[in-house]
């Protein structure tokens, strides 16, 4: 006699992705004065942003504001905070790392990841502004702008990651106060420039 089939146990219901807290805002300028703590700061705030891309991937919607802030920080703050890598960080541990950190091949990494970023966070950018044009809030995004989203989200994770860990660690101990002092005086020289282009 054909046993009774039990049911299937019910499927678990995937959980619901939880909302990320505001948006921070572009930190102190008084904290350029101590660089490294500005990056690791700035790192701490692009996670932030991070999360705000993938809760808004995972919805495929997002609310206006958040859409605005999220252009800004792609369009003007991320390109800054590669600048202050790329011609100032970078550059410097070159000078100061010793062999045996093994920094080369890691900066070099960091760099091509910029290179790579750059593109598809300008591809983000540019989605995020057209769909600013329409009217709803929130705002529904396509599936392609999600997947593209939800990328450089995990990538850019990874990239933070190993500045946290081993860029700055290494800058803390390598760089002396006149390194840092001039690193500090290029990044301040740097946000001028830009507040001047802005006016
Ligand atoms: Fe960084
Ligand atoms: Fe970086």
Not at 17 to 43: K, S, T
Not at 95 to 101: G, H, K, N, V
Request: proline share 10%.
């Amino acid at each position: 006699m054909a046993r009774p089939r039990a049911s299937p146990p019910p499927k678990a219901a995937s959980p619901k992705p939880r909302p990320p807290g505001a948006l921070p805002l572009p930190l102190p300028a008084a904290l350029l004065d101590r660089p490294l703590d500005y990056l690791l700061a700035e790192h701490h705030r692009h996670r932030s942003y991070l999360a705000g891309l993938r809760y808004a991937a995972t919805l495929a919607e997002i609310p206006r504001d958040q859409a605005a802030r999220l252009h800004l920080f792609l369009a003007a703050e991320l390109p800054l905070h590669w600048a202050d890598e790329e011609q100032d960080l970078f550059p410097i541990l070159r000078r100061y790392a010793l062999p045996e950190d093994g920094l080369a091949e890691v900066l070099a990494r960091l760099s091509q990841d910029h290179a790579m970023s750059e593109a598809l966070v300008r591809t983000i950018d540019r989605g995020l502004s057209t769909v600013l044009r329409e009217r709803p809030d929130p705002i529904p995004l396509e599936r392609r702008l999600c997947g593209l989203m939800l990328t450089y989200a995990a990538t850019e994770a990874r990239h933070l990651a190993v500045e946290n860990a081993v860029v700055l660690a290494i800058a803390g101990v390598r760089l002396r106060k006149a390194e840092l002092h001039g690193l500090s005086a290029a990044m301040k020289a740097r946000r001028e420039a830009q507040h001047v282009a802005d006016a």
